[in-house]
């Protein structure tokens, strides 16, 4: 670790844009942002926020003074904060390549979700674009997939089916799934989910860095157009995930997404 203490804790969270500093011109007063630790190189893209000269300097503890408002919290300008953000405060002066705004208003609650903020809000929008009436897997029972299926739900999606685990029943109905199926055997869960929904699906997500879903996520989406993201996989160096090209010639689609692809 190349902590600097004391420091700020904190390095992701959402809120409401008070004031824009001189040259920014992205975001207005009222839009509603997320803050992430990653921060963005819009210069390399506009497809992305990601930037690997940024993730060197971020890794090498050099980053931890980025944000203005630590000052604040001592006289001699002594306190960092987490990863340069320190976003455990009421308020905050960030840089604008650590922001990306939001669709919607988020809950409260969204804040305190951690790295899974990026994927989960903005995962269904900026990663497969669901549209209505489409046909999800989720595969995963983590907070990653509980913010999955309340972002999948304001898609108004047919149908969201969650693999995980049965005595979470309870939670995933409150967050929108129409069936829960419990994980297991990759193949026994490929069975169960295509029982479902016999077409296969349109969009799924694998968000429970188990590589054995990868490639059952994949396999379970529809012919000529489905599309599979895995937004956990490979976090674990020497996982692999292989299916036969027989499933990609016929339409089906691979994707990867690091923190919300944004």
Partial sequence: SHAEYPY??????????????????EFDKGDHVAVFMVPGNRALSDRTNLSDDYIKILNSGKYWNASKHLEAYSDDKSISGFRGLGTWSQQAVFPANHLTKLDHEPQVSDAGLGSVLAIGLLGPSRILHIEEGAAIAIFGSNSLALTLLASV????????VVVGAKDDQELFDKFGATYVVDEGDAKEVQSKLMGISADGYDYTFEACNFARFGTAALEVCHKGWGRCALLTCGTNKDDTISTKPFQLVTGRHWIGSYMGNV
């Fill in 153 to 160: 739900k304001t898609k108004k999606p047919e149908l969201v």
């Fill in 8 to 25: 700020l804790a904190g390095y992701d969270g959402v809120g409401t844009v008070e004031e824009v500093g001189e040259g920014v011109e």
